[in-house]
């Protein structure tokens, strides 16, 4: 597949999920899927398990795409995951293979204060 | 420029940062290059501003790209950030336009400890 089918993966994934549509959602996942959290060192295995991670995520979330880079094997997404008056930032990697995304690598970075800068070009916005 | 071209503009970038090749290395940026930092809202504008704070990044530090995203218009880095016996990961988006980096938004995800999990089908590895 090429670019613009991976973006369309992507965006039918968090499409799906929004809906709490999870036989769409996971119908795009291989029956194999690894899902990684690199951070926690947590991952999930396999279609089943994730479409149950995800539908038994806590709280009444929602997820707005602000962007989405894909290429003919890869795909990335910048998302706002909001739930419970919090607003997160969510990177998330994908694999794909014949059409399914084989393998989801999510990162979730958090505010932290900045350290002193060796140069005086930084600003705070 | 199509995809692989930006692919070849990230490889390039990390390249000439790791040679500490100034010159080469402000030649893909754009005159009014914009650098982003979300989690300290701190932000960087300008090729030579932009060049001044990686020239001055303090330690012998290294990038190992692990994995580029490109498409028409945009790209994604992961790299491992080699320092002082510390090894980062960070996630580094670029904006592209007629050949040259406009924007980079970066992201540095830190290691935490996992929360209580609603489902049991996520394992620690």
Redesign the interface.
């Known amino acids: 597949m090429n670019?613009a089918a991976h973006?369309g993966l992507i965006e039918a994934f968090w499409r799906h999920a929004n809906a709490r549509d999870w036989p769409a959602f996971g119908a795009l996942l291989a029956p194999g899927v690894l899902y990684e959290?690199?951070?926690?060192?947590?991952?999930?295995?396999g279609r089943q398990?994730?479409v149950?991670?995800n539908r038994?995520?806590?709280g009444d979330w929602r997820v707005v795409v602000e962007?989405i880079?894909?290429?003919?094997s890869?795909?990335?997404s910048?998302i706002r995951f909001l739930v419970d008056g919090q607003d997160m930032?969510g990177?998330n990697?994908f694999v794909f293979e014949a059409g399914l995304i084989q393998r989801i690598t999510d990162?979730?970075?958090?505010?932290?204060?900045?350290p002193a800068?060796?140069?005086t070009?930084?600003?705070?916005?």
Do not use: H, I
């Open positions: 670019a973006r959290m690199p951070q926690t060192r947590e991952r999930v295995r398990s994730y149950e991670f038994t995520w806590p962007r880079v894909a290429d003919a890869q795909g990335v910048e930032t990177l990697f990162y979730w970075p958090e505010a932290y204060e900045p800068r060796m140069s070009v930084v600003e705070r916005c």
